[in-house]
């Protein structure tokens, strides 16, 4: 590992001494994605201590256990609640939290020293004891947990508690998966030992997190208190937070309005209209969900996007500027296999733009005819159909196929039938959303984990999956961001998803709170630092 | 009369059996299941992993004994836990159901305060220039959905007082006034299809009433025009009217489930529709079996009243 397990080892120390002092400069302590594109926050004076804000959330949490959750949700509800031993800041760069420190003495070993003096909800300080008991449920979730969350955890074989301050890790295999993971924090909360024997997970918590959990009732509210002993001072500045489940986004709207409450998640044009309104302030950011188009391609079937060229003409058909424009009212970016936003590991844009994405109708007809499909063929495209804006991105994908006589014939279907077949591998093909990942690996493993189910008529060249391996196998970051642009470099010859478009996030906050921003995680992260004026 | 009360009371047995098996086998049928929610929709899950899944929720047993385990637990006061969130389903129906509750009732007062005075003006004054203006407004509370009428209505006290209701449910033993302000909202937004029924309803048999013979009869007496109307006409127009309303509970519910959503208020219907959504099997059967029940049952006993009311049902 060499010099840069010093460094990192230096970075993190520098890290905790800054917290420990108060200072809650934004220095880059160790870099897992690099700098981000920042969204707006409200900003602006001295925080202030004290106040209580309300907070409107799309859809309810379902349950709040910390273990194996699979409702992005669940972490809206929770995530006040838990801590990690590591966390991102904004620009998705790694700080410590629970952990103060960490070396790594070869490529299968993680030690981490633990912050002490840390505090649960409950009074008891936090352990190594506290950390091996949750990563033993982490990799075993009890209910309502869901083994298919272990697809995101790293290649853990054991956790050892070293000291009552020191935990070890052993990997199975070197897994760069492992600081990414620990830092989005959405399935490695850290809770006390025995937790799920004390009180009940689903509705109940216990964490170390800046807010403690006053109630939770399902499909309504979730009410928070100032924790008091909170590690992170001088965090949290708010007394109470209120989050109240609002699912129509014109009850939000109105709640908005009226001052009911102070912040919510909209759509861009219910955030244009809000626009105007002086009470409130519209955030901007991008988040890790593109959109993308799926095929699957099985033995026998003989489709025409089982020829690569078919699969690449029909990306050069569509006019991703066109979705932007019409669907997403302006607002979007093209994206790559790894989002923009992400770091440094996504594909340029103007590269993107006009390259690997160049809208080039005239490229593509000469693929179709190269292939033998000048006449075109029908396909079925499935789409989730809430949100809309899955099936409107459909139509317009299929008016640009029509330019190469693919006649698309799109199939809205809600989310249970659309999982059912997304996971079955029952569709031709389909447009959907990808969603977070800790880690570069995240966005791309599934080109070999998938194959069995969605392309089992298709050989995969075995590059991809040696660079994907190669991509989780080296940690330090200058050497991974080349393998990942030549990933997806490769990804994007074969096509066998066709990335669309990465797509902004908008949140609506009164102008009274400050140091909101929309977080790249699709979490509400800033309201562990928000204030009220 | 004790007989066909006791042929009404065998006819439930049936229904309900019935409906169970309907309700149990259309949840089961829908495409999706919750293991592919449970797993959203993760390709990289074994079929080893899936089976795991089903076991641990029970659903690798064949269909009728799910089903019987259904039926045995609801009638035994546990018909197990939400698939999703592993809370029992009567604790979240015990935490739904009185909201829902209390926003039917509350629609079906304000149906009754405001729609049979309407229809009784309107009958009274029938072909005038108020009448015309009821049965237009009728005709219109008829076509608008509750949910469009719903965001109406938050959208304009939004815009004009700055105002919604609180937006943390409180019940009303708690917080009377809060929860009063909650409720009015969205009970008017369901309210309005029931006030236009009740108001067609009472204005057209007021004014088959107001010919019958004994209205004339009263009005040769010479009782005041309120007497006559109220006293002699309006109890008996009423019959008809109090049937309707019994039976417009179940419209009330369903729609109660949209605008619960749009209110953000936890009831019943809220907690359906994400059940449904989330494939959450036991929640939705028994959600469902328990609105079911609540509308077989006001039915016989509108029917009961009726007989009650009206002597001549019991001589057919």
């Known amino acids: 590992m060499g010099d840069y397990r010093v460094t990192r080892r230096e970075l993190l120390r520098q890290g905790s001494l800054l917290t420990a002092a108060g200072l809650l400069a934004p220095a880059a302590l160790l870099e897992a994605c690099g700098n981000t594109s920042s969204s707006p926050t409200t900003t602006g004076g001295t925080p202030r201590a004290g106040g209580s804000l309300t907070w409107a959330l799309e859809q309810d949490p379902t349950y709040l256990a910390p273990f194996g959750p699979i409702p992005t949700s669940n972490h809206w509800g929770n995530e006040l609640i838990y801590d990690s031993l590591l966390q991102w800041d904004k620009n998705l760069t790694i700080q410590p939290a629970l952990a103060e420190s960490y070396t790594t003495p070869d490529n299968l070993t993680y030690i981490f020293k633990l912050r002490q003096g840390v505090k649960f909800h409950n009074g008891n300080e936090l352990t190594g004891d506290d950390v091996k008991y949750s990563f033993d449920l982490i990799r075993n979730p009890p209910p309502p947990g869901s083994v298919s969350s272990l697809g995101q955890v790293p290649a853990i074989a054991s956790v050892d508690v070293v000291d009552k301050y020191t935990v070890r890790f052993t990997m199975k295999k070197p897994d760069a998966s492992m600081l990414g993971f620990l830092a989005w924090g959405r399935y490695s909360g850290i809770a006390p030992v025995d937790m799920y024997k004390q009180i009940n997970p689903v509705t109940q918590g216990i964490g170390t997190g800046p807010m403690k959990l006053v109630e939770y009732i399902p499909n309504d509210h979730l009410s928070f208190t100032r924790f008091a002993d909170y590690w992170n001072k001088p965090l949290p500045y708010l007394d109470q937070i209120l989050m109240k489940v609002l699912p129509d986004e014109q009850a939000r709207v109105a709640a908005l309005r009226s001052g009911a409450v102070d912040g919510a998640t909209l759509s861009a044009d219910s955030a244009r209209v809000l626009a105007s309104d002086r009470s409130l302030v519209v955030l901007k950011g991008l988040t890790a969900a593109f959109r993308e188009i799926q095929f699957t391609i099985k033995p026998g079937e003989n489709k025409p996007w089982a020829d690569k060229r078919v699969r690449q003409a029909i990306s050069h058909a569509i006019n991703r500027q066109d979705i932007i424009d019409k669907v997403y009212a302006g607002d979007g970016k093209y994206s790559g296999f790894i989002p923009p936003g992400y770091g440094k590991y996504p594909i340029a844009d103007a590269d993107l733009v006009s390259n690997y994405l160049k809208f080039d109708l005239s490229k593509a007809k000469q693929l179709m005819s190269d292939a033998g499909f000048s006449n075109g063929f029908p396909m079925t495209m499935l789409s989730i159909a809430a949100p809309a804006d899955m099936t409107q991105a459909a139509e317009v994908v299929k008016q640009h196929l029509q330019q190469i006589k693919i006649d698309v014939s799109i199939q809205p279907q809600d989310i249970g039938t659309f999982a059912k077949n997304n996971g079955n591998g029952t569709f031709d093909c389909d447009l959907t959303s990808r969603g977070m990942r800790g880690d570069p690996n995240g966005f791309v493993a599934e080109f070999v984990s998938n194959a069995r189910l969605w392309w089992p008529g298709y050989q995969v060249p075995s590059t991809i999956a040696e660079l994907i391996s190669k991509g989780v196998a080296t940690p330090q970051p200058d050497q991974r961001y080349p393998i990942y642009t030549q990933l997806q470099q490769a990804l994007m010859d074969e096509m066998l998803e066709i990335p669309l478009v990465a797509v902004y996030k908008y949140q609506v906050v009164n102008r009274r709170m400050h140091n909101m921003y929309v977080a790249f995680t699709d979490f509400n992260t800033g309201l562990k630092q928000a204030w009220v004026s | ?316």
């Open chain 2, 1 to 316: 009369m004790t007989g066909y009360v006791g042929r009404r009371l065998l006819q439930l047995g049936p229904t309900l059996f019935g409906m169970s098996v309907v309700i149990f086998l259309m949840v089961r049928l829908m495409p999706g299941d919750v293991v592919d929610v449970l797993t959203g929709g993760d390709v990289s899950i074994t079929p080893e992993q899936r089976d795991a899944i089903k076991r641990s929720l029970g659903l690798d047993q064949p269909l009728p004994v799910q089903y019987v385990h259904w039926i045995f637990g609801m009638v035994t006061g546990d018909p197990g836990f939400s698939l999703r969130s592993h809370e029992p389903v009567y604790t979240i129906l015990g935490r739904a159901l009185p909201i829902t509750v209390e926003l039917v009732v509350m629609a079906i007062v304000i149906s009754v305060l405001i729609g049979i005075p309407l229809g009784v003006a309107s009958a009274t004054r029938a072909n005038s220039a108020g009448d015309f203006g009821a049965r237009v407004g009728g005709l219109m509370g008829l076509s608008m959905p509750s949910f469009w009428l719903a965001t109406l209505i938050l959208l304009f006290t939004s815009l004009v007082f700055q105002w919604v209701p609180a937006v943390s449910y409180e019940p009303f033993l708690k917080d009377p006034l809060t929860n009063l302000s909650q409720m009015i909202l969205p009970a008017l937004s369901i309210s309005v299809f029931v006030i236009a029924i009740v108001m067609r309803m009472t204005r057209a048999t007021m004014l088959e009433v107001l010919r019958q013979d004994y209205v004339r009869t009263a009005r040769a007496k010479g009782g005041t025009r309120r007497s006559v109307t109220y006293r002699h006409a309006l109890r008996n127009a009423l019959i008809p009217v109090v049937t309707v309303v019994g039976f417009q509970v179940g419209t009330l519910m369903s729609g109660a489930a949209i605008v619960e959503v749009i209110f953000g208020l936890p009831g019943v219907g809220y907690t359906l529709i994400q059940a449904i959504f989330g494939r959450d099997y036991t929640l939705v059967e028994t959600t469902t079996m328990l609105l079911a029940t609540i509308f077989v049952v006001l039915n016989l006993l509108v029917d009961l009243a009726y007989v009650v009311i009206d002597p001549r049902i019991k001589v057919q």
